[in-house]
Nanobody
Framework: QFQLEESGGGLVQAGGSLRLSCAPS????????MGWFRQAPGKQREFVAG????????DYAKSVEGLFTISLDSDRNTWYLQMNGLKSDDSAVYYC????????????????WGQGTQVTVSS
């Protein structure tokens, strides 16, 4: 059993940048895919980005492709979401998650979740 903790959220103006971090409290064990999801008010949680722990595969939602970058630091057991060119539509609670599967992109494939960090983009 391990816990995930997100950090780096906050208020930013449109066009600005934020970097989110996800730090497990312990060994992630057999988890192979690390990801980021978000949930805006009145909407369902959606996949944002994923990365294999090996770093050999990444995937992004089309809405953020070319603007957001997921990365990880195996030495720190931490993964990140660099968000550039933020828009008001990006405002949401962002969650980090871990999956035992190797190419996970669906929420049901992830079984460990953080509590979320708020990202608010103002016009």
């Amino acid at each position: 059993q391990f816990q995930l903790e997100e950090s780096g959220g906050g208020l930013v103006q449109a066009g600005g940048s934020l970097r989110l971090s996800c730090a497990p409290s312990g060994d992630t064990g057999s988890r192979n895919t690390m990801g980021w999801f978000r949930q805006a008010p009145g909407k369902q949680r959606e996949f944002v980005a994923g990365i294999r722990w090996s770093g050999s595969w990444t995937d992004y939602a089309k809405s953020v492709e070319g603007l957001f970058t997921i990365s990880l630091d195996s030495d720190r057991n931490t993964w990140y979401l660099q968000m550039n060119g933020l828009k008001s539509d990006d405002s949401a609670v962002y969650y980090c998650a871990a999956s035992k599967e190797h190419f996970a992109t669906a929420g049901r494939q992830f079984d460990n979740w953080g509590q979320g960090t708020q990202v608010t983009v103002s016009s």
